[in-house]
């Protein structure tokens, strides 16, 4: 069976900020990030991201710029040896805003099914890796393992004590949750 994760990107696999990432030259990963997806890669896991990106119905950037921030994580990916082609696999983001009501804007499940279809199988029991109570949410909302990390909006999250995340595991970083995951 094809191991398959689901990661956030902003706060999980980049710096997060409040007033958005807007360009690629805005878009930095946070460290161990990139080498944690060249671990999985590197054990034969596929990689998708989920990741909600209202800045672009805010008209704070466009879907050509939500590329090239993908394209200079796939190239951080390749310089660190992960073949070119073979960094994500899946990119499913949802354009829209909280108030839109979309049913692909997280907590909603619309690009996890997404993924779904993209690979022919099921998300249930695979991890799921974000930074908010809206990837938790989306998670169980699909059966997955919710994993939150403490970088971007995560700590915030955690202060919220919400009684969903007493089924989450916690790591610090994107990389500590790859090394747990892949033991």
């Known amino acids: 069976m094809q191991k398959i994760i689901v990661l956030d990107r902003d706060g999980v696999i980049n710096y997060d900020a409040d007033e958005f990432i807007k360009s690629a030259d805005e878009w930095r990963p946070l460290p161990g990030?990139?080498?944690?997806?060249?671990?999985?890669?590197?054990?034969?896991?596929?990689?998708?991201?989920a990741t909600n990106q209202s800045g672009i119905k805010r008209g704070y950037y466009s879907r050509h710029t939500l590329s090239a921030m993908h394209q200079k994580m796939q190239a951080g990916l390749v310089s660190l040896g992960v073949k070119g082609g073979q960094g994500v696999d899946w990119v499913s983001y949802s354009p829209y805003l909280t108030h839109d009501h979309s049913p692909s804007r997280k907590p909603g499940l619309g690009m996890l099914q997404a993924i779904e279809q993209r690979f022919g199988l099921s998300l249930a029991g695979a991890p799921m890796v974000g930074d908010t109570l809206a990837d938790v949410q989306a998670a169980l909302g699909k059966a997955m393992q919710p994993v939150l990390v403490k970088t971007g909006k995560g700590q915030r999250t955690l202060q919220t004590q919400h009684p969903l995340l007493q089924q989450v595991t916690v790591f610090d970083d994107l990389y500590t949750a790859v090394e747990d995951i892949l033991k």
């Open 33 to 49: 990030s990139l080498e944690a997806i060249a671990r999985l890669k590197s054990h034969g896991w596929w990689v998708a991201v």
